[in-house]
């Protein structure tokens, strides 16, 4: 599987859009681009994937550069409840593969 | 709304007793993972099922860690003896097959070794 890159930490006012980049420059054809987040203490909860188009769900929405070598979650109006670590995994047939995660602040 | 169940939610146990977890996945989802995640760290892969076969158990520390999912259906995690080591949130996700599809995961168990 690709690596992948976060920031290891960001902030966002709460109501603002939250952008959370990823960088996956190795990424093969057949990878898909996975979001997940954890809140504290709790289990990992799946937010959105998308091979090479703009995915949006009720979620979020996910933006893959045209060249797939990085990608964008973006939480549109960001509330106190989305404090939270959020990962970007790049997967094909494999289990997914945690990194260390963005940890987003969201600040009231 | 489906969900992965996991029991117990917290479990306090003594070194060298055994412990184990159980997991009961969104129904009609043919894989199953088990995780371990050390505190600040991303969860790590210990064994991973499809249907009742095991596909994938190279991170399972077997010595002490035994899996099994008999039916295709719940599957239990075992670690008999415990060591302060194996202090860790365990999580067990589903997916309703193995590729390209997301996986579901419970809400873990909280597990401490005195």
């Known amino acids: 599987d690709a690596k992948t890159t976060q920031p290891t930490s960001m902030d966002c006012a709460e109501g603002r859009a939250a952008n959370l980049p990823c960088n996956h420059s190795?990424?093969?054809?057949?990878?898909?681009v996975y979001w997940y987040r954890q809140i504290h203490s709790q289990g990992p909860q799946y937010i959105i994937h998308g091979l090479k188009n703009n995915e949006t769900n009720e979620m979020a929405s996910l933006i893959i550069t045209e060249d797939r070598k990085s990608s964008t979650l973006i939480l549109p109006h960001a509330t106190l409840r989305d404090t939270a670590v959020y990962y970007c995994?790049?997967?094909?047939?494999?289990?997914?593969?945690f990194g260390k995660g963005t940890r987003l602040s969201v600040i009231a | 709304e489906a969900e992965v169940a996991q029991s117990p939610r917290y479990k306090i146990t003594e070194k060298s007793q055994a412990v184990a977890f159980w997991c009961d996945p969104i129904?009609?989802?043919?894989?199953l993972y088990w995780y371990r995640q050390i505190l600040g760290q991303g969860p790590e892969l210990l064994v991973q099922?499809?249907?009742?076969?095991?596909?994938?158990d190279s991170q399972l520390p077997k010595d002490r860690f035994s899996a099994e999912r008999l039916k295709g259906v719940d599957s239990t995690l075992k670690i008999q003896p415990a060591e302060l080591g194996d202090s860790a949130m365990y999580l067990c996700?589903?997916?309703?097959?193995?590729?390209?599809?997301?996986?579901?995961f419970g809400q873990g168990t909280r597990l401490t070794v005195v």
């Open positions: 995994i790049a997967r094909a047939n494999t289990p997914l593969v």
């Open positions: 190795t990424i093969s054809g057949n990878e898909y």
């Open positions: 996700a589903s997916s309703l097959r193995f590729m390209n599809t997301e996986a579901f």
């Open positions: 099922f499809q249907d009742e076969s095991v596909v994938d």
């Open positions: 129904s009609g989802h043919a894989t």
